[in-house]
């Protein structure tokens, strides 16, 4: 599959202050990619070399076959950008607005098109000034993408969104997808990362310490699987369940809590087992679930133990480059 970015031994330091250390990953046409990683992990900083706002210091760096640091305009013409915080001329009209960016553009959308795909379309004489928040962050989106861009980059383009707006801008995220567009996505909530991204390299360190899918990332695909279901206090001596770690917690509602934990191989045979147990013997199982290790259990395992081995900056700019 053809690559729409490909980074190779990345590093980017000032001075004895490193900020990225050694990255590499790629990134499908049409593909959604996220970044994970804790604040100062090197995400920001990785996503401004990419866009061409950083130089790098070391390692390789392509970008719809760009080298971002030299590729000027046409470059430049051929991907979009929301930052963590934008701002626009607020006296202009949403419209207007638009139609401004549209214009440095060698091609472009139709306004109608980008505030529908949007869904600013009922704010579309409205000025800047009056916008709500999730409402601006939706228009810094517009301006992303009224040039019809190849690659949008997006950094942490829901921080301070309500769930529902959160939602809405998922839907738009597809939408762009849809169009044929390359994200590159970074989040800080593991819910929009499971929900957005075909693949997620988490980053910790300056380095990728995992990359894969939400379901695979880490192994979870093939971490272990917990059964659980309520039972009747005392009901009758459960089967041996082969020789799997059988667990009962005692509850205050006249119920007990069975507990198995499983090879995720094993899941199927041992739900099956559990369930034709349950029928034969007529104990109804409450609240049945199979469980395994979330995205964020996953993400928390991966970098909540591993130490910082970077330099700490003393300089402005190098704290500001640990983003």
Not at 3 to 11: K, Y
Not at 57 to 68: A, E, H, T
Not at 190 to 196: G, I, K, S, T
């Amino acid at each position: 599959m053809t690559a729409a970015i490909e980074v190779s031994h990345l590093s980017k330091s000032y001075g004895s202050s490193i900020a990225v250390s050694d990255i590499s990953f790629s990134v499908a046409v049409g593909e959604v990619f996220c970044l994970l990683g804790p604040n100062g992990a090197g995400k920001t900083t990785t996503t401004e070399i990419l866009e061409g706002y950083r130089q790098r210091s070391g390692g390789r760096v392509s970008v719809l076959g760009f080298d971002p640091a030299t590729g000027g305009r046409a470059f430049r013409e051929r991907i979009g950008i929301v930052l963590q915080e934008c701002g626009v001329q607020d006296d202009l009209t949403v419209a207007e607005v638009i139609d401004m960016y549209a214009s440095y553009a060698p091609r472009r959308m139709r306004t109608d098109d980008v505030v529908e795909l949007v869904e600013l379309d009922a704010k579309v004489t409205d000025r800047v000034r009056h916008l709500s928040g999730g409402q601006r962050r939706r228009l810094d989106v517009a301006l992303a993408v009224v040039g019809l861009p190849e690659v949008i980059f997006l950094d942490e383009p829901t921080t301070g969104f309500d769930p529902a707006a959160r939602r809405h801008s998922w839907a738009m995220i597809r939408s762009l997808c849809e169009l044929g567009t390359t994200v590159l996505l970074t989040t800080h909530f593991m819910d929009e990362a499971q929900a957005l991204a075909d693949r997620i390299a988490v980053i910790a360190g300056g380095e990728v310490v995992a990359e894969g899918t939400p379901e695979g990332l880490g192994g979870r695909d093939r971490a272990q699987t917990t059964i659980a279901a309520t039972i009747p206090r005392g009901t009758a001596p459960l089967p041996a369940f082969g020789a799997l770690p059988t667990a009962i917690e005692q509850s205050s509602d006249g119920e007990e809590q069975l507990l198995l934990h499983c090879p995720a191989a094993d899941t199927t045979s041992v739900l099956h087992q559990l369930t034709g147990w349950a029928l034969d013997s007529g104990v109804e199982l409450g609240s049945l679930s199979v469980t395994r290790p979330t995205l964020e259990d996953v993400y928390l395992a991966l970098t909540q133990d591993r130490p910082d081995t970077r330099s700490i900056p003393t300089t402005n700019e190098g704290q500001e480059a640990l983003r």
